[in-house]
């Protein structure tokens, strides 16, 4: 009784966001194919061999995401933020299965949602005797995708107390791969005084172990390797966000990480990034001279503790 009555209050809790994520993953691709379709009726001659629509360039991932990850962070920051956290804990269930109770109707609203979007898409394909161009490569990328970034982000609103640092979160670790490798190479090209070049093996690697590169749908990309890393980031992020959720505080406290020792390793990476970033942009901008990448160096280290101070150690307003 507890399990189906803590399912029922996080449905009526986000049952807007729920809706709004079902529906829009459901019915977009079909809906914009359907327009697609009218059009083509509407401009191509009879003598058109048929209508081809293609998948390679779809807008469709980034907008999927950006909704899955709304829907993550308005069942675990916005709570934190608005103090009804403190009321879901004081039920009669444990935490694991309250973390559990949300990512679990996350992920079914999203596969249900998904698989509405296929089997309509399917059906208009086969009404239409439309030719499909990376239908299933598509599909079959989607929702790991989406699953991946859903995931990611509960796990980053159980180490976080509001909903600005757990987007933060989320982004950062997106981006980190890629940006810790073009840092590394232009800092070192700096030494060395070349032109290292980024080559095609260093950044297909780069790229499948770097979430920001799932944002779009590239079907080179598509090979069997590449659902890999997302299946290995759901599987890591849901561990780490049940183990946050159910051995730290999640009550609402303002304050940017709730595991405190994160706070004194996350300013020294702050601050890195920022001195390897400005460092270089100095170097390149004063004539490639030494003096330039020391002053960027310190101009990198200061903001880089004052971005981390501000954002990490000061307490937000409940």
């Not at 191509?44 to 993550?72: I, N, R």
């Not at 979160?169 to 590394?184: D, E, K």
């Not at 001195?275 to 490639?288: M, N, Q, R």
């Amino acid at each position: 009784m507890v399990a189906r009555e803590l399912i029922v209050k996080e449905l009526k809790q986000v049952k807007l966001q729920l809706i709004l994520t079902s529906l829009i993953i459901g019915f977009f691709a079909p809906i914009g194919f359907w327009v697609d379709y009218m059009n083509y009726l509407r401009y191509e001659p009879s003598s058109s061999p048929g209508f081809v629509y293609s998948f390679d360039s779809s807008p469709y991932v980034f907008g999927f995401v950006l909704l899955v990850v709304t829907l993550a962070v308005t069942q675990m920051g916005f709570e934190k933020s608005r103090g009804t956290i403190d009321f879901t804990l004081g039920l009669p269930a444990s935490r694991g299965s309250i973390f559990f109770t949300k990512w679990l109707i996350g992920v079914a609203t999203i596969l249900l949602s998904w698989v509405v979007s296929f089997l309509m898409m399917w059906i208009l394909l086969t009404f239409t005797q439309s030719t499909a161009v990376h239908f299933l490569e598509f599909n079959f990328f989607l929702l790991p995708t989406m699953f991946m970034f859903y995931t990611l982000c509960m796990a980053s609103g159980a180490i976080t107390g509001t909903p600005f640092a757990q987007g933060l979160v989320v982004l950062s670790v997106s981006v980190l791969p890629i940006l810790t490798v073009l840092l590394i190479m232009v800092n070192v090209a700096a030494f060395l005084h070349v032109s290292i070049g980024l080559s095609e093996i260093i950044w297909l690697y780069t790229s499948q172990v770097s979430p920001a590169s799932y944002l779009t749908f590239d079907y080179l990309k598509t090979s069997d390797t590449v659902y890999v890393f997302p299946l290995l980031v759901i599987v890591i992020s849901y561990l780490v966000g049940h183990i946050s959720f159910v051995k730290h505080p999640n009550e609402r406290n303002g304050y940017f990480f709730v595991w405190k020792w994160l706070n004194l390793p996350v300013q020294a990476l702050v601050m890195l990034i920022g001195i390897l970033g400005f460092s270089w942009f100095g170097y390149a901008s004063g004539d490639e001279s030494l003096l330039g990448y020391v002053v960027g160096a310190l101009i990198g280290a200061s903001t880089g503790f004052s971005l981390g101070y501000f954002l990490i150690y000061k307490k937000k307003k409940a």
